[in-house]
């Protein structure tokens, strides 16, 4: 039992290791929670493509910066904003369908991601942080901005709770109580957008569509109501990228992966229990 | 945000004047001029495709006319937060986590306002609400688990919960059992007896009849709209439906739509 303790309490003497533990839950909580509603409005598709579209933004600033870490997050957050408002407006025209939009746009940004990364000499090293995360390399300055960003996601589907309910449940219903549902629709676009650029260190892009999918995904078939499936996907979320982080500390095991394979695992047995039983 | 317009109660609950709406490039509504006064019931009956759906849509004001002008109490219907639009229960994703009084909540979220949590008397309201429609056990039920009626009464529940003065129903009665449409049209009175205008898009010629104060025959316009008496004649009717209409021995009456749901057959007398 003591060395399970000392195995759990040893690493978090480092600073990195206390860092990258925050930074796992806080992901793993901010992911789950706006994830709750890419599962019910069937974004995930659009998730997947608003993460990997964030790549070249973080390529070029990236080369930009020269190498440095902090200013990715800002690159990070502009590039996924206007992408996130970009998509929703090119998939609101009627002319070609929206997942066919959406794949176009994801692809082409993503090439374009990697090769403005692949004419960096270290590159294979930095592509790799890039796409799957390094949990492990946060520093305090990244680690503050995900705090403050991520709590305001937080806030903002608290405060707006009844609306983005409404909106998702039964939009005519929204339009006759007068609510501005594109305005909201856009706001709930920005909020993925958000957290996307937050959680890009954590779980790199190009798995960040299973912390939005996966958690919610799992809580969806423990409950029926939307705040417990919040809270149960945040704790899920959170215990994943725990997980993950010490995975990642003593075997090496790239963060991204780890903790979305934990979350995998975490929904594989609820859904072979949940089968069981009934 | 969240407007709010006052009533100007000399005018009529709804005043809709030549409307014209354009769909995908056909006409869907054309010329289409009513009004209704406060407290009616009315029915309105029509081929599929007519345009009832579409006219409840610009009547609550989510869809905007090409030509003409909707108004509720003597304003636009933009500013009214007092029109109830009962969907179609096939258009409900009925997976969606929330429990009755959850959706019967979301018809308060105008009064809240923004940022604004419920209150007691949010809380009154949805209760009572619910106890007029019958369903006061099924507060905490995940709508999932509700039966056909019970989908239909939930919405209607909302939309008191709401304080909708003007209640749009589209087909609330299709896909019922007997019982259950004969609660929903009960339940009609009750509404009735609130005060409330309800307009009601229905298949079902012999209920429009039996139910309502006035019947509203619409095939993209208006074929005619009065008492039951005069608009479901054979010689009207046939305006409307054309070759669809079927008249048996001994006045009997019966309508074949062909297009979508199945085999619909709706009577008559």
Not at chain 1, 93 to 107: L, N, P, W, Y
Request: charged share 15%.
């Amino acid at each position: 039992m003591t060395t399970l303790i000392d195995w759990l309490i040893t690493p978090l003497s480092y600073a990195f290791m206390q860092r990258g533990l925050v930074a796992a839950v806080l992901v793993g909580i901010v992911c789950a929670v706006v994830g709750t509603y890419v599962v019910l409005r069937s974004m995930a598709f659009f998730g997947d493509a608003l993460a990997h579209t964030l790549l070249p933004g973080v390529a070029l600033g990236y080369l930009v910066s020269g190498g440095a870490r902090e200013p990715l997050f800002w690159w990070a957050l502009g590039t996924s904003v206007l992408a996130s408002l970009g998509i929703g407006a090119i998939t609101r025209s009627a002319r070609i369908k929206e997942d066919t939009a959406i794949g176009i746009i994801f692809a082409g940004m993503f090439a374009l991601g990697i090769a403005i990364i692949s004419t960096v000499r270290s590159y294979a090293v930095d592509l790799s942080h890039f796409l799957f995360g390094d949990v492990l390399g946060v520093s305090s300055r990244s680690l503050v901005l995900m705090a403050i960003f991520g709590g305001l996601v937080l806030l903002i589907i608290l405060a707006f709770y009844k609306e983005f309910l409404t909106i998702s449940f039964d939009p005519v219903l929204a339009r006759t109580l007068r609510l501005p549902v594109n305005l909201l629709n856009n706001l709930l676009l920005v909020l993925i957008a958000v957290t996307v650029a937050v959680s890009m260190q954590t779980v790199g892009v190009a798995l960040m569509v299973a912390m939005l999918v996966t958690p919610a995904a799992t809580a969806s078939l423990l409950t029926r109501r939307l705040p417990y499936m919040m809270v149960l996907a945040a704790s899920m979320a959170s215990l994943s990228g725990l997980i993950g982080l010490y995975a990642s500390y003593y075997w090496g095991i790239t963060s991204g992966s780890a903790i979305v394979l934990t979350a995998t695992l975490f929904f594989l047995v609820v859904f072979l229990f949940r089968r069981h039983k009934q | 945000m969240y407007p709010h317009t006052d009533h100007q109660t000399d005018q009529p609950v709804l005043d809709v004047r030549g409307l014209n709406v354009r769909y995908d490039g056909r006409s869907a509504l054309e010329e289409i001029t009513f009004h209704l006064h406060a407290g009616e019931r009315v029915a309105v009956v029509g081929p599929n495709g007519a345009g009832k759906s579409t006219l409840f849509k610009v009547v609550a004001g989510v869809l905007t006319p090409d030509r003409g002008e909707v108004r509720v109490y003597g304003s636009g219907p933009g500013g009214h937060v007092c029109i109830g639009y009962v969907p179609q229960r096939s258009q409900v994703d009925w997976h969606f986590p929330v429990s009755v009084a959850d959706v019967v909540m979301m018809g308060r979220i105008a009064k809240l306002g923004w940022l604004g949590w419920p209150r007691k008397r949010d809380w009154e309201l949805v209760r009572g609400a619910l106890a007029t429609v019958g369903m006061s056990a099924l507060f905490g039920r995940q709508i999932g688990e509700l039966s056909g009626g019970q989908q239909q009464r939930m919405f209607i529940a909302r939309a008191l919960a709401q304080e909708a003065e003007l209640m749009l129903m589209d087909e609330p009665l299709t896909g019922l059992d007997t019982p259950s449409q004969e609660a929903l049209l009960a339940l009609l009175g009750e509404l009735q007896r609130k005060g409330v205008t309800v307009m009601v898009a229905t298949h079902d010629l012999q209920q429009a009849a039996v139910y309502f104060d006035r019947v509203m025959l619409l095939n993209r316009r208006i074929v005619a709209f009065g008492p039951a008496g005069q608009v479901l004649q054979p010689e009207v009717l046939v305006q409307a439906y054309g070759n669809r209409l079927r008249v048996a021995n001994g006045g009997t009456i019966a309508v074949m739509d062909t297009c979508c749901e199945g085999d619909e057959h709706d009577h008559a007398h």
